[in-house]
């Protein structure tokens, strides 16, 4: 069974640097395919796709965060990473990480789908 | 910059059949998944890779796509299939995923 936990701190004040991680069970990042993503969702608004970090350690980035964004993984720890420096309150948002693995018959080098969701962490600036 | 676009709201009523457009200028060359959140959860998985729909997942959801717009259908919808659903896909570049807006869908 695969399972997801968020964990870091709540609030966070503007200008600092958030890290959060993302402590995994039920597969390992170094199995060909597989990866985890950042995603997030402000308070009452829509799905906000961060990065991913796939088995490779290929990282993708969106634009919109990318200057500000880092994701690692620790393999032995079955952790997964996300840094975001320059915290402003409209980064304020539940911040979900999530698991998935390419499908055999994927012609993708790197397969973009979400899986199995963690039940998010809430982080508040101010 | 790209984007997904959803209908904010749908509404039904019990037993009929709910459909929620997604539309995307790179959908004809990109996948697309489909989620639904409910309130205060984290998003489920209900349809992957346009039309497959994952184990668990009842057979009244299903999806598919045609040009630039993705449809999930659910045939014969069910007070509890009420909350939120999001599109996903992939940037038209293939670096990155997006979000649709997400659409509300009441059963009442």
């Known amino acids: 069974q695969i399972t997801l936990k968020e964990s870091g701190p709540t609030l966070v004040k503007p200008t600092q640097t958030l890290t959060l991680t993302c402590t995994f069970s039920?597969?390992?990042?170094?199995?060909?395919?597989?990866?985890v993503a950042w995603i997030r969702q402000p308070p009452g608004k829509a799905l906000e796709w961060l990065g991913v970090?796939?088995?490779?350690?290929?990282?993708?980035?969106s634009p919109s965060v990318k200057s500000r964004l880092t994701i690692t993984k620790h393999t032995s720890k079955k952790q997964v990473v996300l840094t975001m420096s320059k915290m402003d309150p409209v980064d304020t948002a539940t911040y979900f990480c999530v698991h998935s693995r390419k499908p055999d018959y994927s012609p993708y080098q790197y397969y973009f789908g979400l899986g199995v969701w963690g039940q998010g962490t809430t982080v508040t600036v101010s | 910059s790209y984007e997904l676009t959803q209908p904010p709201s749908v509404s039904v009523s019990p037993g009929q059949t709910a459909t929620i457009t997604c539309s995307g200028d790179?959908?004809?060359?990109?996948?697309t998944f489909w989620y639904q959140q409910k309130s205060g959860q984290a998003p489920v998985l209900v349809i992957h890779e346009d039309n497959k729909r994952p184990s668990g997942i009842p057979e009244r959801f299903s999806g598919s796509s045609s040009g630039t717009v993705a449809t999930l259908t659910i045939s014969g919808a069910q007070v509890e299939d009420e909350g939120d659903y999001y599109c996903y896909s992939t940037h038209s570049n293939g670096d990155h995923g997006v979000f649709g807006g997400g659409t509300k869908l009441a059963v009442l």
């Open positions: 790179a959908l004809p060359r990109a996948y």
């Open positions: 039920g597969f390992s990042l170094t199995t060909g395919g597989v990866s």
């Open positions: 970090i796939f088995w490779d350690d290929e990282r993708r980035y």
